[in-house]
C-alpha cells in the first residue's frame, strides 16, 4: 500500500496486557479466559479465524472489544489479533477511490494529506470519535466491524458509498456495499469467518461538498445524533445530496435526495425536508437522551449540516 | 526576643508548592494496589444481580475447585467469622438499626450486594471463579421510589425494621411559624428535588489485610478517611480487642466522603486473612464502585416560604424525605445538619422543619462532599423563585435578607450564632466585580437575537467549624508533635489526607510556630500505632480544628524547648529564640546552636542527671483543640451560562467566586479544592445522575453512563479571597474543602433558570441535562 500509517508505539504498552501468543489467557485481569493467537499475516489469521469460526473474534484496536470482555458482555473461546499483519495498515489509491488497510487507525486516517484531499469528510467526523489516545488505537475496520449504532464511522461509511472487502480461508474474498453492510445493532453483514480487510471509498468528485455534526454529552463522547452530508450544488439547486444519520436507528441510516425530497430545491431550504426525516425515525431513548429529544436534534442538526454542505460545495472547495 | 511568641509567619499564608506534588505527580504514589506483600491473596465477589430477592442456595463447590481458589466463603461461613454488627452507624450513635450480615445470607438488597467471596492466588482468577458460583434466588419486588417505600405495599427490605419507612416524619418548629406565615403577604411553594448523585473517586475502596498469626496482630492497609476509626471497625466486627488491630494509610486516590470506616467487603477481607492465615487484598473495580461503593443525595423537598411584597423572608415550612438507600448510612445523621442550616445566612424569623427517610432498593446513602448541601441547594432556588414571584431582581432579595454582622451577633433561626457572618460583604464585592445592569442590557439584546444568556447567583455558609461555644466540637481534634535528634519536627495527626494536601499545610503552620524551615518539619499521618486519637478527615475539620491543634502544640513544643535549651545552656529563655531551625541568641555558644545539636546536648544532660526538677525534659508535646472561637465559612458564586435552544446544551461563559475560608494557609490549596468543588457541582448539574430503572437495575454503572466533567466542561474559575473577621486570638483557619460542591449547584441552577425563564420554564430540580432542558424550555414533548 501506499501511504504508511505512522508507526504506533507498542500496541500492548500501556492499555493492554502484553499476552504471549498461543496462551491460555487466564492470567489476564477482567477478561474471561480466552486463547490469544497473534498471526503474523492474513493468511494464517483467516485460517486462525475459520478454525475456530463461532468460538472466535478478531482483535483490532481493541477499543470496544476490549471493554465488551472486561464486562463480559463477550466471551471468544479465540482472540485472533490484527495487530500483526503489517498488510492490513495502509492508505492508497486506485481508480478513483481511497483504498484503506482494515487495520489503519483512526488516528492515522485523521493525519493523512491523502485523507484530507480526496475524503475530507472523513477527518471532519474522525475528530468526533473519543479522544487522540482512542483514535490512535482505534481502526477503521474495527468500528465498521462493530456496527456500534451511535458511531460516526458507519454513518461516514454510508454516505460516502464505501464499498468493504471481506475474505475468507473458504470463500475467498467478496465485497460488500456500505449500504448493505449494517444489520442491526452491532450486527453486520461480515460472516463467522470472515475478517474485514479493506475499505475502499471513492473520492469525494470535485463539485461537491461534504460536512460532519455531531451533538454528543460531552467532547468526545458517542453521539446522541450525528449527521454526516454530501451534497453537489449547481446555480443554487441542489444536484444531489445524501445525508447519513447516526444515533437515530439501530443502525446508521442513509437518505438520498430523492428520499429526502430535496432534487432541485434550492440549497438553503432544508427544515421542511429535516422534519420530515424526523418523523420518519424512531429514534432510540436511553440516560443521555429521551426520543423526542433525538428527533429535535435531527430537525436542528440537518439543515445545519446540509447548508454546510452545500456552501462548501458552492465555495467550489470539497470540503 | 521572648520565648514563646511566634517568630514572623514565613510560610503561613503563601502557596508554598506541595510537599505531596513530586511523588503524585511523577507516579510514584502508593496506593493499597501498589503494596507488595509476599504470599498475597486476591478476592472478588460474587454480586447480586437482583435488586431485591431471597436467596434460596448458594452453590461455590466448582468455583471452589478451580485452580488457583484457595477459599470460597459464603454468607453463613463468613458471619462465623465476622459480624456486620459495629459498623460506621453504630459508631456515630444511630439506633434502629436492622440486622445484616457482611455477605448475603437470607435477602440480596440491592444489585451487586455481596453474596460470596473468592479467595484465590491472582485476582483473575478470583473473578472468574466468583462467576462459577451458583445462586438460587426468588425474587421480590424492588422497592425505588420514596412513595413505594411509604405506602407500605411492597415487602420490608429489612424484616426487622417491619417497614420501609426508616424514621419520621419527625418535625421541629423554630420561632412562631404559624404567625409569619399569617403576616405574610404571599406564599411562595415549591417541590424541589435533589438528584442522586455519588462520590467517584479515582481509586475505589481498598484494603490489604494481613493477620500474624505470631502476634495475633491483624494489619491492615486501608483506603480511608480515617484510621483509627477504621480501626475501631475492623476490631469490632471481627471481634478483636483494638490494640490488636493496626491500620495503615498511604496515598488515597479522592474519596469525597465514601471512605469512612471500613465497609462490608474490607471487613470481609480482613476475616478472610485471619481465617487463611495469608495476607488477603481487595481492590474495588469501577464496576463495583459505581454499583455499590455507596451514593449520595436523593432528597426532596415541599417548601413554602413566608414572603412580604417587598422581598423579605419571614420563614419557611420545609417537609423533606431522604431516600437512604438500602443498608444503613449517612441519611439519618445527616439531618440535623440540613435543619439547622437551611436558613443560611438569611434574618429569618420562622422555620418549620419535618423530615422522613425511607430504605430502597439502591446503593446505600453516603456522605459526599458537603453531605448537607441540599439546604443551600432549596434554599437558593426557592430564593430565586421568590423573586419572579414578585418581580424582584434575586440579588436585590438576597441583599435584603442577609443577615447583618451586629453586637451581639445575630442568631440563624436554629440558633447558631452568625458571628463574624460576611456573607453580604461577599454578595456585594460580587456585586462589583460583575456588572449585573450591564449583563441585564446584554442578555435582553441577545434575547432578541433568539439567544438565551442567564446568569446565577447563590450564598451560602459552613460550619467548618462553626461558631463557638454553641456548637461545641464532637469532639477535640488532637495533635501530637515531636523534635528528633535529626532536628526534624514530626507532628502527627488523626488526619488522613486524601486530596487536601495536609502534610503541606500543616507543615506550614508547625514550621511558623516552632521556627524552622518548612522542609524541617513532616508531618505524620496514617498509622494507628502513631497518630492520636480523632476520627479522620471530614466536614472541612482540618483547617480550623487540626491546623490550630499543629498551631498550639507547635508552640507548646517550642516553649518546652527553649526552656530546655536555656537549662542547658544556662541562659534565660527570654535571651533566646528559635530561627530557621537553630537556637540563636545571647549565650548561645558562636550565637547558634542547630536542634539536630540541642537534642543530643539535651539527651547528654538528662544521662548525667543535669537537668533540674521542674523542667520539661520531654522533646514531645501534645495538644487537644476545641476550636477556639470558631467561625464561618461561605461565600457567594456567580456564574454566566448560556443555553443552546437548538441542542439544550448548557456552557459555562463565566464562574466567579469571592469566598471567606478565615485566614489562607495556603491560597494554591484553597484555590484548588475550590475549583475542584465547583467541577463537581457542574458535574451535579449536567452531567451525573445515578439512575436506576424501576427494577432497581443500575443504569449508570460505567463512564459511559455516568458522566463526569472532564477538563473541557470546566471553565475557568475566578477566585477572589474576602478580608476575614477574625474571631480568635489564634486560629483563623477555616475549613474549605466542601464549600464549592455545596454552593456550585445552585449557582448553575439559578443561571440556567434565568436564561430559560423568557420560554416558561420554572427549575425545580438539579440535574439539568440537555433533554431535561429542552422539556422544560417546552420545545420537546415531556415524558408521560
Ligand atoms: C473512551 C472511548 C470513547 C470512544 N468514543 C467513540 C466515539 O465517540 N465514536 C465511536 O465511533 N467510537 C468510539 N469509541 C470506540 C472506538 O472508535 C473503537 O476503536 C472502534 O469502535 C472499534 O475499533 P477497534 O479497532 O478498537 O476494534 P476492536 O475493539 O478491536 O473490535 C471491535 C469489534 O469489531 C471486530 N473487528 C475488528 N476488526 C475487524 C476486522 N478487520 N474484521 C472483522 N471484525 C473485526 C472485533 O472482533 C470486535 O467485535 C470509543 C472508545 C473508547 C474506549
Request: aromatic share 6%; hydrophobic share 40%; glycine share 10%.
Amino acid at each position: 500500500m501506499g501511504e504508511q500509517a505512522p508507526a504506533r508505539p507498542g500496541r500492548y504498552s500501556p492499555g493492554l496486557p502484553r499476552l504471549v501468543p498461543g496462551t491460555y489467557a487466564a492470567v489476564v485481569l477482567k477478561l474471561p479466559p480466552f486463547v490469544y493467537l497473534a498471526p503474523a499475516s492474513l493468511e494464517e489469521a483467516l485460517s486462525l479465524h475459520a478454525d475456530h469460526e463461532d468460538e472466535s473474534r478478531v482483535l483490532a484496536g481493541g477499543q470496544s472489544l476490549i471493554p465488551l470482555l472486561a464486562l463480559r458482555l463477550a466471551r471468544p473461546e479465540y482472540l485472533v489479533d490484527l495487530s500483526r499483519i503489517g498488510e492490513l495498515e495502509g492508505i492508497s489509491e486506485e481508480d478513483g477511490a481511497v483504498c484503506i488497510g482494515a487495520m489503519t487507525s483512526e488516528l492515522a486516517l485523521e493525519h493523512s494529506h491523502l485523507i484530507a484531499e480526496r475524503l475530507p469528510l472523513l477527518p471532519q467526523a474522525l475528530s468526533f470519535i473519543g479522544h487522540p489516545a482512542i483514535r490512535s488505537r482505534g481502526t477503521l475496520g474495527g468500528s465498521l466491524a462493530h456496527g456500534d449504532p451511535a458511531a460516526e464511522l458507519p454513518a461516514v461509511a454510508l454516505v460516502l458509498g464505501a464499498q468493504l472487502v471481506a475474505e475468507s480461508r473458504d470463500r475467498g474474498r467478496r465485497t460488500i456495499a456500505a449500504r448493505d453492510f449494517f444489520l442491526g445493532p452491532f450486527t453486520t453483514a461480515l460472516q463467522g469467518d470472515e475478517i474485514l480487510t479493506e475499505i475502499r471509498i471513492p473520492w469525494q468528485a470535485p463539485g461537491t461538498g461534504s460536512c460532519f455534526h455531531e451533538v454528543a454529552r460531552r467532547l468526545g463522547d458517542f453521539a446522541m445524533v450525528g449527521v454526516a452530508a454530501v451534497a453537489r450544488v449547481e446555480q443554487g439547486m441542489i444536484r444531489s445530496c445524501r445525508v447519513a444519520l447516526t444515533g437515530v436507528a439501530d443502525r446508521a441510516v442513509l437518505r438520498t435526495d430523492g428520499e429526502l425530497g430535496l432534487t432541485g430545491e434550492s440549497a438553503g431550504s432544508f427544515d421542511a425536508a429535516a422534519r420530515r426525516l424526523a418523523e420518519e425515525l424512531n429514534p432510540p431513548a436511553d440516560l443521555h437522551g429521551s426520543a423526542p429529544y433525538r428527533r429535535h436534534l435531527v430537525r436542528t442538526l440537518v439543515p445545519r449540516v446540509l447548508e454546510r454542505a452545500c456552501q462548501a460545495a458552492a465555495a467550489g472547495a470539497i470540503s | 526576643m521572648i520565648a514563646g511568641r511566634p517568630p514572623a509567619e514565613r510560610y503561613t499564608g503563601s502557596s508554598v508548592r506541595r510537599t505531596e506534588d513530586l511523588r503524585l505527580l511523577t507516579g510514584r504514589g502508593r496506593y493499597v494496589a501498589d503494596i507488595q506483600v509476599p504470599g498475597l491473596l486476591h478476592c472478588a465477589f460474587n454480586r447480586s444481580p437482583h435488586a431485591h430477592a431471597r436467596v434460596l442456595r448458594v452453590q461455590t463447590d466448582v468455583a471452589r475447585r478451580a485452580p488457583g481458589v484457595v477459599a470460597v466463603f459464603d454468607g453463613w461461613q463468613m458471619a462465623k467469622l465476622a459480624s456486620a454488627a459495629g459498623g460506621m452507624m453504630e459508631l456515630m450513635g444511630e439506633t434502629n438499626l436492622p440486622s445484616f450480615s457482611l455477605l448475603a445470607t437470607d435477602k440480596v438488597r440491592l444489585v451487586g450486594d455481596p453474596v460470596a467471596m473468592v479467595v484465590a492466588e491472582t485476582r483473575a482468577i478470583a473473578e472468574d471463579a466468583a462467576e462459577l458460583i451458583e445462586v438460587e434466588y426468588e425474587e421480590l419486588p424492588a422497592v425505588m421510589t420514596a412513595a413505594q417505600a411509604r405506602d407500605g405495599s411492597l415487602p420490608p427490605i429489612f424484616e426487622d425494621l417491619g417497614s420501609n419507612v426508616l424514621f419520621g416524619p419527625d418535625q421541629k418548629v423554630f420561632g412562631e411559624v404559624d404567625r409569619v406565615f399569617a403576616e405574610a403577604d404571599r406564599i411562595v411553594k415549591a417541590r424541589i428535588a435533589q438528584h442522586r448523585h455519588q462520590n467517584v473517586p479515582m481509586e475505589g475502596r481498598a484494603i490489604l489485610a494481613t493477620f500474624d498469626q505470631a502476634t495475633g496482630e491483624l494489619v491492615a492497609h486501608a483506603a480511608t478517611q480515617g484510621v483509627n476509626t477504621s480501626r475501631q471497625i475492623i476490631a469490632a466486627q471481627l471481634g478483636m480487642p483494638l490494640e490488636k488491630v493496626r491500620v495503615l494509610a498511604f496515598d488515597i486516590g479522592g474519596s469525597f466522603g465514601l471512605k469512612f470506616g471500613a465497609s462490608r467487603e474490607e471487613v470481609a477481607c480482613c476475616a478472610a486473612s485471619r481465617e487463611l492465615l495469608r495476607p488477603v487484598r481487595w481492590i474495588e473495580d469501577r464496576l463495583e464502585n459505581l454499583t455499590v461503593s455507596g451514593q449520595a443525595r436523593e432528597e426532596s423537598f415541599d417548601v413554602e416560604a413566608a414572603v412580604t411584597n417587598e422581598g423579605e423572608i419571614l420563614g419557611m415550612r420545609v417537609e423533606m424525605v431522604i431516600d437512604s438507600g438500602a443498608y444503613p448510612g449517612f441519611a439519618p445523621g445527616i439531618i440535623s445538619t440540613i435543619q439547622e442550616m437551611i436558613p443560611g445566612p438569611y434574618r429569618m424569623r420562622a422555620l418549620s422543619f419535618t423530615a422522613s427517610g425511607v430504605i430502597t432498593n439502591k446503593a446505600t446513602y453516603v456522605a459526599y462532599r458537603g453531605p448537607w448541601a441540599s439546604e443551600t441547594f432549596v434554599r437558593e432556588r426557592l430564593i430565586d423563585l421568590v423573586a419572579a414571584e414578585l418581580g424582584l431582581d434575586p440579588f436585590e432579595v438576597r441583599l435584603r435578607n442577609l443577615a447583618e454582622r451586629g453586637q451581639p451577633p445575630l442568631r440563624m433561626v436554629t440558633g447558631p450564632s452568625l458571628a463574624g457572618l460576611t456573607a453580604k460583604e461577599s454578595l456585594l464585592r460580587m456585586g462589583e466585580i460583575f456588572n449585573f445592569e450591564e449583563f441585564r442590557r446584554h442578555q435582553a439584546a441577545m434575547r432578541a437575537q433568539g439567544r438565551y444568556l442567564g446568569v446565577g447567583v447563590a450564598t451560602y455558609i459552613e460550619p467548618a467549624p462553626g461558631p463557638r461555644p454553641e456548637t461545641p466540637p464532637t469532639e477535640l481534634e488532637w495533635a501530637r508533635a515531636s523534635l528528633g535528634e535529626d532536628g526534624v519536627v514530626s507532628v502527627f495527626t488523626a488526619q488522613m489526607p486524601h486530596g487536601q494536601s495536609h502534610q503541606t499545610t500543616m507543615a506550614q503552620i508547625a514550621a511558623d510556630q516552632f521556627g524552622v524551615d518548612f522542609e524541617q518539619v513532616r508531618v505524620v499521618v496514617g498509622d494507628t500505632d502513631q497518630v492520636p486519637e480523632g476520627f479522620g478527615t471530614g466536614g472541612s475539620r482540618f483547617a480550623s480544628m487540626a491546623g490550630g491543634a499543629a498551631l498550639h502544640v507547635s508552640r507548646q513544643l517550642r516553649s518546652q524547648v527553649l526552656e530546655l535549651a536555656a537549662q542547658i545552656l544556662d541562659v534565660s529563655p527570654a535571651t533566646i529564640d528559635i530561627r530557621a531551625g537553630e537556637v540563636v541568641g545571647d549565650g548561645v555558644p558562636d550565637g547558634r546552636l542547630p536542634l539536630s545539636e540541642l537534642v543530643k546536648l539535651a539527651r547528654a544532660a538528662a544521662a548525667e542527671g543535669r537537668i533540674p526538677q521542674g523542667t520539661e525534659t520531654s522533646l514531645e508535646a501534645s495538644f487537644g483543640f476545641d476550636g477556639g472561637q470558631g467561625g464561618w465559612s461561605g461565600g457567594t458564586h456567580c456564574c454566566v451560562v448560556e443555553v443552546d435552544p437548538e441542542t439544550g446544551r448548557v456552557r459555562v461563559d463565566r464562574y466567579m467566586v469571592v469566598e471567606d475560608c478565615g485566614e489562607v494557609i495556603n491560597p494554591a490549596v484553597v484555590e484548588g479544592q475550590i475549583r475542584g468543588g465547583v467541577a463537581q457541582g457542574i458535574g451535579a448539574v449536567l452531567l451525573e445522575r445515578s439512575a436506576y430503572d424501576e427494577w432497581g437495575q443500575y443504569l449508570s454503572s460505567s463512564f459511559m453512563d455516568y458522566l463526569l466533567p472532564t477538563t473541557t466542561d470546566v471553565p475557568n474559575i475566578e477566585i477572589e479571597h474576602l478580608q476575614t473577621i477574625p474571631l480568635d486570638q489564634d486560629v483563623n483557619f477555616r475549613g474549605v474543602g466542601e464549600g464549592g460542591m455545596i454552593v456550585a449547584p445552585p449557582t448553575i441552577c439559578n443561571a440556567i433558570a434565568d436564561a430559560i425563564a423568557p420560554s416558561g420554564a420554572v427549575v425545580l430540580e438539579q440535574h439539568l441535562p440537555p433533554t431535561r432542558i429542552l422539556e422544560l424550555m417546552g420545545i420537546i414533548p415531556q415524558p408521560a
